[in-house]
């Protein structure tokens, strides 16, 4: 089988997935470990992802409470080279067979350094994990569907029986995010990307990763703007991850735009605003804010240390602040795992200082 994209370009490789054809967006990855949070990571829904790092399945994969969703994600799978035998005590099976469950192709054997090359060059691609007589004159673009209504849960679940109510809109929410969540005194509920959250009665709220364009999301950022509307001891702390962070930004009336190739990867450095830190932050999107966009009461919380993209943005008086990053890592480093500490401390404050709801 082979990788063929857009621009004609061909590599020929061998499939160790399932027997199956694939088509998306050629996206690359950085990361030197991870494979299995990443593939069943819903942002990268639509997309076939090239692994960077020379060998991929070498320590298998383990049961479904390690992953990041129900399942694979990905539309298909391209490495340089693939390692069937495994090690590893928590490994249930190869990655080549989680593959075949799935029905998602893997090829194996590909300059994955020429390629990466070319996609960093020229910019992501669409393109097609075929037989290797195909020559497919059309190529479709996932982002032309609304991949967040795809992966988003088809109804409303909750964890925890805490006092501190917290809403988490599934726009393809990562399972780390809900753990992040979880505490004693929380009572996490997980809504639907086009619920009317505001309908519900909350303490805080968590706007989740997700793939594809954030303006397809209409519904979500509707009802973002009509939570941004509430006033006095209706106004309750808000925290978006990853795209949730675009969302935000568009209810608040900026823009956003995709980038070249994207952030993807658990190396990421991002600066602080104000205190000038950097930390190393675990990244997973192709789109990203428009910072001489957004509206004056809002400023820009992180940028990004390589391209000087915005990583974060914070409202200047309302408890209101997003990440275009992973705080939750999995995969990656936890440098930022303190954001969840930090809202959740934010959102005690408002409840306490407020009269119940």
């Not at 949070?37 to 070498?58: C, H, K, M, R, W």
């Not at 090829?107 to 020559?135: C, P, Q, W, Y």
């Not at 935000?248 to 450095?269: D, E, I, V």
């Amino acid at each position: 089988m082979k990788l063929i994209l857009k621009d004609g370009s061909e590599f020929i490789g061998r499939n160790f997935g399932a027997p199956a054809r694939a088509e998306g967006e050629v996206v690359f990855t950085t990361g030197m470990v991870g494979y299995v949070e990443s593939l069943s990571d819903p942002s990268y829904a639509g997309q076939i992802l090239v692994f960077t790092s020379p060998l991929i399945g070498n320590y298998g994969v383990p049961e479904k409470s390690f992953f990041e969703s129900g399942g694979v994600q990905a539309a298909g799978v391209v490495v340089s080279e693939y390692s069937a035998k495994y090690s590893h005590y928590t490994a249930r099976q190869s990655l080549g067979e989680w593959l075949k469950s799935a029905g998602v192709p893997g090829l194996t054997g590909i300059d994955t350094r020429a390629l990466t090359k070319k996609l960093r060059t020229h910019g992501v691609m669409l393109g097609a994990i075929a037989d290797d007589s195909e020559k497919p004159k059309e190529f479709r673009d996932p982002n032309g569907e609304n991949l967040v209504a795809r992966v988003s849960s088809k109804q409303r679940e909750t964890r925890g029986t805490g006092p501190l109510r917290i809403i988490a809109v599934d726009c393809g929410i990562k399972e780390n995010i809900l753990r992040s969540l979880a505490r004693p005194e929380t009572t996490v509920t997980r809504v639907p990307w086009d619920w009317d959250f505001t309908k519900e009665k909350y303490d805080g709220i968590v706007f989740s990763n997700g793939p594809g364009d954030p303006t397809a999301c209409l519904p979500t950022i509707r009802h973002i703007k009509k939570a941004f509307a509430l006033k006095g001891l209706r106004e309750k702390p808000m925290l978006g991850i990853c795209l949730g962070t675009q969302l935000m930004a568009l209810a608040a009336g900026a823009k956003t735009y995709k980038l070249k190739f994207g952030h993807r990867s658990q190396n990421q450095p991002c600066v602080e605003s104000g205190t000038g830190r950097c930390y190393i932050t675990s990244q997973n999107h192709g789109f990203a804010v428009e910072g001489s966009s957004l509206p004056k009461e809002w400023s820009v919380w992180f940028k990004n240390a390589n391209d000087g993209s915005v990583e974060g943005i914070k409202h200047r008086a309302l408890p209101r602040q997003a990440v275009q990053f992973h705080p939750e890592a999995f995969p990656g480093p936890t440098d930022t795992s303190w954001i969840f500490d930090d809202f959740l401390k934010m959102v005690r404050e408002y409840k306490t200082s407020s009269f119940p709801t």
